[in-house]
């Protein structure tokens, strides 16, 4: 930790020359990436640290040019060390969408996410992105039978419990594989957008977007891990971003259509974060993330109970749920 430490002081050193800078801990997330707000006499910048033996700049940096030549509020790069994994970004302030969402102004934050979605998702792709495939859906909700039951819960799975897994996430692919395909940011949610005083909103986290279902960031947004909201609010900001994404892209996608690929898409996402968030606890020690999984696990429970094809995976959460309430 002092090398990396050393590092970072000794090349914001070099970048700024004789001018004075501070430096103090913005914030971090669940990779192995942590930000630092810089500040000298004159601005204030946002110092990313990714350690390249774990994470990968050159995607970062792909997409944050496709995102910013579409007008994206994205934040902008004024130095770079790839080799040394640090990069010197514009600073688009400290207040996130969790920190002021409230009843009297979320149905405009959330209009203006959705307008900047929108623009995300019909960015042209200087740069083919990484096939969100069925083989990566899939994976990723392995992750809640390894690590949320398994690891967890501490519960081994019998055969029948196998193949009801097994058969949930066929069925749930078959509604994913089937959507139109569009730039997926993967964790366009509540703490990944910040509050902007001019071109609300900023987007941050995006290097790990993906070519794949165009409903995946609605229900990042909408079913956030972070912060829930009443399913009528959740219906009518469905009904803008179909209405815009139907003129927009001159289709006629009937909103029951549309619904039921949000409904199986946020099956899909939940099992994969609630699979993380336990990963994150017991093989990085973020434990906090652990506070999240029982209102992610109620999102998952009601796209259980509106499928009759859903029903046996229904039965098995009501098996663990003893488990569960242990935990």
């Known amino acids: 930790m002092l090398n990396r430490q050393s590092q970072r002081h000794h090349w914001l050193a070099d970048h700024f020359g004789h001018r004075n800078f501070t430096l103090s801990p913005a914030s ?20 990313m640290d990714a ?61 203006q996410a959705i307008d900047s979605l929108l623009k995300l998702q ?52 078959g509604y994913a594989l089937e959507q139109p395909r569009v730039m997926v940011h993967r964790d366009y949610h509540a703490r990944n957008i910040m509050v902007t005083e001019n071109n609300n909103p900023g987007i941050i986290d995006f290097q790990d977007a993906v070519h794949g279902p165009f409903s995946y960031d609605l229900v990042s947004l909408l079913k956030d891990c972070y912060i829930s909201w009443p399913d ?8 803008y971003f179909i209405q815009h994404y139907n003129a927009l ?52 429970k009601q796209v259980a109970e509106k499928y009759p094809e859903l029903y046996e995976f229904n039965q098995l959460l009501n098996e663990l749920q003893p488990r569960i309430k242990a935990q």
């Open 249 to 300: 892209h001159h289709s006629s996608i009937a909103m029951s259509q549309f619904m039921e690929w949000f409904h199986t898409m946020t099956a899909q996402r939940h099992l994969k974060t609630i699979g993380i968030f336990c990963r994150l606890h017991y093989r990085d020690g973020k434990s906090h993330y652990l506070n999240d999984i029982p209102r992610t696990l109620k999102y998952l």
């Open 232 to 239: 009528e609010f959740v219906q009518q900001l469905c009904d």
């Open 51 to 111: 350690p390249p033996e774990q994470e990968n700049l050159t995607a970062f940096l792909e997409i944050q040019q496709m995102l910013i030549k579409h007008h994206i509020h994205v934040p902008e790069v004024y130095g770079r060390n790839l080799e040394q994994g640090f990069l010197l970004l514009s600073d688009l302030g400290s207040t996130l969408y969790l920190d002021v969402l409230n009843e009297d102004n979320a149905i405009q934050l959330y209009k």
């Open 28 to 47: 971090a997330d669940a990779s192995f990436r942590q930000y630092f707000r810089v500040v000298t006499n004159e601005h204030t910048f946002i110092l």
């Open 122 to 173: 019909i960015t042209p792709q200087t740069s083919p992105l990484p096939k969100y495939s069925q083989e990566l859906l899939n994976n990723e909700m392995l992750l809640f039978d390894e690590w949320f039951i398994g690891a967890h819960l501490g519960y081994e799975l019998d055969d029948k419990q196998c193949r009801v897994l097994k058969e949930t996430r066929q069925w749930l692919l």
